[in-house]
């Protein structure tokens, strides 16, 4: 089955400008999740969506925002670009844990590397 | 607050050597569950393996095994008869377990492993 896709896979953008980022879960998988990989701070974790609701949020600023649609796809968008906005940005799925003794593994996809100038 | 911590950044093996990677997580949750990923220069995070807290038993999958110790809050990872492809960044990761909801991962810094021919 197809696996998690993310587009585009390269961004450049100039400081000051905002993007869009897509992430399109593996079919069944209702759960997207976002992370930040950057050299110096290493993989953090954004925000996950399920349902369309925001379930968790990392510690980022409110200028990094999401949404999820009904068929699960997923966006994340990114105001005002800063040059530290440079980064790998990595899109998870999942499905949905019923209760805590069944947690399923993440599923990643290749990440969007947004590059600020 | 959830910690993982890979103390090794880099490792640099000859093929056919085994090589451990370490991992230390803290938490205060009893139920949790951890993760080993691998990340090949493509930039994907590949799937490894995913261990309940409540199962401590190791776990061989062809040349990797991985050892869970409570006790020492570890979970280490073994490549035996290294290879080439083998060569990545690995990361070690902690989530607690939560019901009806996916929980973000904490990663570790991950550990560069190069391979030799």
């Known amino acids: 089955k197809a696996g998690v896709t993310q587009t585009p896979r390269y961004l450049i953008k100039t400081r000051g400008q905002q993007v869009t980022l897509s992430c399109s879960p593996i079919?069944?998988?209702?759960?997207v999740s976002w992370y930040q990989q950057t050299p110096g701070q290493g993989l953090q974790f954004l925000f996950e969506?399920?349902?369309?609701?925001?379930?968790n949020k990392g510690n980022f600023p409110g200028r990094f925002s999401g949404r999820q649609f009904s068929n699960s796809r997923s966006e994340m968008n990114v105001s005002t670009l800063e040059l530290g906005d440079s980064a790998l940005y990595l899109c998870a799925s999942s499905l949905v844990p019923l209760n805590r003794d069944r947690v399923y593994g993440y599923t990643f996809g290749s990440g969007t590397r947004l590059t600020v100038v | 607050a959830q910690k993982v911590t890979q103390a090794q950044t880099e490792i640099s093996v000859v093929e056919k050597e085994d090589v451990t990677l370490d991992c230390v997580y803290e938490?205060?949750?009893?139920?949790?569950?951890l993760f080993w990923y691998k990340q090949p220069p493509s930039g994907e995070l590949v799937f490894l393996i995913r261990?309940?807290?409540?199962?401590?038993q190791n776990e061989i999958s062809g040349r990797y095994s991985w050892n869970f110790q409570k006790s020492t809050s570890s979970f280490n990872f073994t490549i035996t008869a290294s290879q080439v492809v083998d060569s990545a960044v690995y990361f070690c990761?902690?989530?607690?377990?939560?019901?009806?909801?996916?929980?973000?991962?904490?990663f570790g810094k991950g550990i560069t492993l190069s391979v030799r021919p």
């Open positions: 990761a902690l989530s607690e377990a939560k019901s009806g909801a996916n929980s973000k991962l904490t």
């Open positions: 969506y399920f349902s369309e609701t925001q379930r």
């Open positions: 938490t205060r949750d009893t139920t949790y569950y």
């Open positions: 079919s069944g998988h209702r759960s």
């Open positions: 261990r309940n807290s409540f199962d401590e």
